[in-house]
Nanobody, 124 residues
Framework: VQLQASGGGLVQAGGSLRLSCATS???????MGWFRQAPGKDREVVAA????????YYADSVKGRFTISRDNAQNTAFLQMNSLKPEDTAVYYC???????????????????WGQGTLVTVSS
């Protein structure tokens, strides 16, 4: 299973970015998650979504600003990030956990496959 994250970049505070994560190499069901890691900090979960799309999770720090979604026909997950803040600056990773049709994973240990990461920089 391969995951390819894209969409990162440099944006001013208050701006928006949309991250994408294309998945290949599996025909099974899988949940998706977005994580981020800032310099000197641990990797943290940002958002997660089940295969069905009916269950989602957001970290408190991004609730109301970020939206996770997915298009199973295109094997792609998205993270729409609005009202970005300098503290959102990090490398963002997408990850897949196999078999999560209706539930979400909120811990990195629950995920089986990871993308390479895409850098998001928010300037003040």
């Amino acid at each position: 299973v391969q995951l390819q994250a894209s969409g990162g970049g440099l944006v001013q505070a208050g701006g928006s970015l949309r991250l994408s994560c294309a998945t290949s190499g599996t025909s099974g069901t899988y949940g998706m998650g977005w994580f981020r890691q800032a310099p000197g900090k641990d990797r943290e979960v940002v958002a997660a979504i089940s295969w069905s799309g009916h269950s989602t999770y957001y970290a408190d720090s991004v609730k109301g600003r970020f939206t996770i979604s997915r298009d199973n026909a295109q094997n792609t997950a998205f993270l729409q990030m609005n009202s970005l803040k300098p503290e959102d600056t990090a490398v963002y990773y997408c990850a897949a956990n196999l078999g999560r049709r209706f539930t979400v994973g909120t811990r990195a240990q629950e995920y089986d496959y990871w993308g390479q990461g895409t850098l998001v920089t928010v300037s003040s």
